[in-house]
């Protein structure tokens, strides 16, 4: 099995900047392909950001493509989200997730996703 750990959320200003992190144990980190989803209150979760398992491939979804920017850290077992040109509406609970990565990539589907983090709030205030 898999565990995932996010940190980083916190409060922050519209325009400002903020890096999560998603720190894994448990079976070989580079088994699996990274997605970043978020949930807003009364909102479904939807795809944000995701990575394959050697990280040199990453899949954005349009509302962040440009602004968040994911990465990995193999000898850390540790994926980071990028945020920056926060905005109002990216105000969420996100979460990391892994999908084995004999699926195929992009994965920015929710089915596949065998393992998730407990979810950091992130809150953009205007």
Known sequence: QVQLVESGGGLV???GSLRLS???SGRTFS????????QAPGKERE??????WSGRL??????????FTASKDNAKNTVYLQMNSLKPDDTAVYSCAAIPNTEAFPARSLLGYRYWGQGTQVTVSS
């Open 13 to 15: 200003q519209a325009g």
């Open 22 to 24: 998603c720190a894994a």
């Open 31 to 38: 088994s699996y392909h990274i997605g970043w989803f978020r």
């Open 47 to 52: 795809f944000v950001a995701g990575i394959n």
């Open 58 to 67: 990453t899949n954005y979804a349009d509302s962040v493509k440009g602004r």
